[in-house]
């Protein structure tokens, strides 16, 4: 054990001195993100730490090979490592998810959506999503994205009192314009997803449902969220966010779409798979099996419960009344401070946002009135309420600071947010 232990170190300071003996100033800048990653209390929902091993096997020799292809189905030799590498990711995907059909080679998140457009619509077909203001997606039918340009998007939003999916809006909207898919799903929900009313919409007018699961992926997997894999025929995730593997995305479908699916993935719009983010893939999806993750998913929706409550104590103001996830919405025009403003005076006092739109929001997306925040990150290092407490504290506190313009405020809930951050261990870094 102790041999095992000496030589991983060995290895670490192998590759580190390369890193630096090669570029000495992309090494210092990794270490400096290292440090900052550390040091701050990351709240972002969207990010996370990923373990050393996810790290370690996203940093392999697996990248110098090409594989274009499916395994037993590839256009370059040398497979006979890469096959099994993918077959293990795609088999662990379709257990822990109990998908008939995984696809793990996708680039991003936006790539696997592009994908499913490939698979069942062609350029100009009605297609429907929530609008990007309302907290969908830009690949959902936006108008700046490719998806609201080649096709053609209807979108449905949130109702203005309760700040959640206004189903009767989405009924109506289905039946009217009769699209090929429609997406549920997005990057500033804050509630649980109702997968089967909006099966119930889409079966109506024959519609594929998309359930883009993105955000929640870990806590669907965990246990902490209801599944989509009863209602939705097809599935689009990344593998980074609350299931804490590397940036990558996976498709998950029924049998009877695999074929459109793997076909519209490679050759539609990808050569070869990112073979060491294959693994690493892998090895997030293995770390998700283990007992322990569905701990640690519950745990993510337990802290963001307590951040809310005690930020909806101090006053601010939450789109929908809370959470049901892991993401906050922070609407802070009883504040009387700008969601941008607040968020870059946070990164100051060591508590990363980021500034968002909310619903209804009146003022313009590049310098909108939210805070969308998340407890992946801080959970994974270990935190808990106690913790979510004193964050909300110090978050209320910087953004009285903004609005009072006092940066020796913001210095003094630095100071402490690094003392809190120095008390848990970042998991994939080692300070």
């Known amino acids: 054990m102790l041999s095992d232990t000496i030589d991983a170190v060995a290895t670490e300071l192998s590759a580190q001195t390369s890193l630096q003996a090669t570029d000495p100033e992309i090494a210092r800048l990794i270490e400096e993100e290292e440090r900052r990653q550390h040091d701050a209390i990351r709240l972002i929902p969207?990010?996370?730490?990923?373990?050393?091993?996810?790290?370690?096997?996203?940093?392999?020799?697996?990248?110098?090979?090409?594989?274009?292809?499916?395994?037993?189905?590839?256009?370059?030799?040398?497979?006979?490592?890469?096959?099994?590498?993918?077959?293990?990711?795609?088999?662990?995907?379709?257990?822990?998810?109990?998908?008939?059909?995984?696809?793990?080679?996708?680039?991003?998140?936006?790539?696997?959506?592009?994908?499913?457009?490939?698979?069942?619509?062609?350029?100009?077909?009605?297609?429907?999503?929530?609008?990007?203001?309302?907290?969908?997606?830009?690949?959902?039918?936006?108008?700046?994205?490719?998806?609201?340009?080649?096709?053609?998007?209807?979108?449905?939003?949130?109702?203005?009192?309760?700040?959640?999916?206004?189903?009767?809006?989405?009924?109506?909207?289905?039946?009217?314009?009769?699209?090929?898919?429609?997406?549920?799903?997005?990057t500033a929900v804050p509630r649980t997803i109702e997968f089967d009313r909006f099966a119930e919409v889409a079966e109506e007018v024959g519609a594929v449902l998309v359930a883009d699961i993105a955000h929640i992926a870990g806590l669907v997997a965990g246990g902490a969220h209801p599944s989509p894999v009863p209602h939705a025929p097809v599935i689009s995730t990344t593998t980074h966010k609350t299931l804490r593997g590397p940036r990558g995305a996976m498709l998950m479908c029924r049998e009877e779409h695999a074929a459109a699916i793997d076909k519209a993935v490679f050759p539609g719009l990808q050569g070869g798979p990112?073979?060491?983010?294959?693994?690493?893939?892998?090895?997030?999806?293995?770390e998700a099996l283990r007992p322990e993750f569905a701990d640690y998913a519950h745990r993510i929706?337990?802290?963001?419960?307590?951040?809310?409550?005690?930020?909806?104590?101090?006053?601010?103001?939450?789109?929908?009344?809370?959470?049901?996830?892991?993401?906050?919405?922070?609407?802070?025009?009883?504040?009387?401070?700008?969601?941008?403003?607040?968020?870059?005076?946070?990164?100051?006092?060591?508590?990363?946002?980021?500034?968002?739109?909310?619903?209804?929001?009146?003022?313009?997306p590049f310098d909108p009135s939210g805070l969308r925040i998340g407890t992946p990150s801080v959970t994974t290092r270990g935190m808990g309420p106690d913790e979510m407490a004193t964050i909300a504290e110090m978050i209320d506190r910087a953004v009285d600071a903004t609005r009072a313009g006092d940066q020796s405020a913001i210095e003094r809930v630095r100071e402490e947010s690094r003392e809190l951050a120095s008390a848990f261990s970042a998991p994939g870094i080692d300070a």
């Open 301 to 364: 929706v337990d802290n963001a419960k307590a951040l809310a409550g005690q930020l909806m104590t101090r006053g601010f103001d939450l789109v929908s009344g809370g959470t049901d996830n892991h993401l906050i919405l922070i609407d802070l025009t009883s504040k009387g401070v700008p969601g941008k403003a607040a968020a870059q005076a946070l990164d100051r006092a060591g508590l990363e946002t980021n500034y968002n739109t909310v619903p209804f929001d009146p003022r313009k």
């Open 46 to 186: 969207s990010e996370n730490y990923a373990s050393r091993a996810v790290i370690e096997a996203t940093g392999t020799v697996l990248t110098n090979k090409y594989s274009e292809g499916y395994p037993g189905r590839r256009y370059y030799e040398g497979q006979q490592v890469i096959d099994p590498i993918e077959t293990l990711a795609v088999e662990r995907a379709r257990t822990l998810f109990g998908a008939d059909h995984a696809n793990v080679q996708p680039y991003s998140g936006s790539v696997a959506n592009l994908a499913v457009y490939l698979a069942f619509t062609e350029p100009g077909d009605t297609v429907m999503g929530m609008a990007l203001p309302m907290g969908g997606h830009l690949t959902h039918g936006w108008p700046v994205s490719i998806t609201g340009k080649w096709l053609r998007p209807v979108q449905y939003g949130v109702s203005r009192e309760t700040g959640t999916v206004d189903f009767d809006e989405v009924r109506q909207l289905a039946h009217a314009e009769r699209p090929k898919l429609i997406f549920c799903g997005g």
């Open 274 to 286: 990112h073979d060491h983010t294959t693994a690493a893939i892998a090895v997030a999806l293995e």
